[in-house]
């Protein structure tokens, strides 16, 4: 080497190779690393989610219950609860009232009176060939003079069944038709919802879950027999009249 000429020295053949092969395995264990996470949130929100719908739809069903109104005209209702199957078989009942919850529309929030309907319908976007989708039906211009749409809220997807029962105060019954028992209501209510996970088992089929939850109707809002709350109104008037009774000719007397 000459005086004043700089040793300059690279890298060789193999340290470029040395070290892009060590960039391609720290790139591929990042990559299985990334993949293996993001894999794994998918799975634990495929199992969730369904769950939590479930869980939304059971909290949603019991506000609306904590509002229902007792059965005693336009504005409220009858309280009907059927016990039925689908076409495939499957537990799908459905449940009607009247309530004062506050609904989310499509729109804008409402209040005030409303009729709500609760039932299974066959859902074509179901994983599940055999799953239906939870919707619920509000109708709250009760007073319009011609017919309107309910708003239709769906609740879940993937729901394998749905049963409802409703507790008298001695025993769970199946149905329950305010109708025909004096327009009274039940003491409690009960939902059984069951629904897959969309995770798949061993032997292909999909994992269900079940959930179980009951809920007392808020108490004093019974109505009375009709032939009590014709006694209980006379009782009133004739408290009202100070014990006044009407006597032949018009004339008023204690």
Known sequence: MTRGQTDIRGFTLLELLVAMTLMVVTA???????????????SALAAIEPTSQALN???????????????????????????????????????????TQVYGSTGRPTGGIGKVVL??????????????????RVTTNLLSP????PDEQVLCRNVMSLNLRYFDGDRWLDE???????????KAVEIDIELANN??????????????????????????????????????????TGGMTTQPGGQTGR
């Not at 109104?69 to 009247?98: M, Q, Y």
């Not at 039932?119 to 619920?136: F, I, K, T």
């Open 176 to 186: 329950w038709d305010s109708t025909a028992d004096a327009n009274s209501l039940p």
């Open 119 to 136: 039932a299974l319908e066959d859902d074509d976007r179901s994983r599940n060939p055999v799953g239906y989708r939870l919707v619920r």
């Open 28 to 42: 591929s264990c990042l990559y299985t690393a990334l993949y293996t996470g993001f894999k794994s949130r998918q």
């Open 146 to 149: 011609r017919s309107v749409d």
């Open 57 to 99: 739809a059971i909290e949603l069903l019991k506000q609306d219950i904590y509002g229902v109104l007792p059965p005693t005209g336009v504005l409220a209702g009858p309280f009907v609860g059927s016990n039925s199957r689908s076409s495939k078989g499957a537990a799908a009942d459905t449940i009607e009232f009247h309530t």
């Open 199 to 240: 995770i798949r088992i061993s032997n292909g089929s999909m994992e269900k879950r079940r959930l179980v939850q009951s809920f007392a109707v808020p108490c004093g809002l019974s109505a009375q027999p009709a032939e009590e709350a014709t006694e209980s109104t006379a009782a009133s008037a004739t408290g009202a």
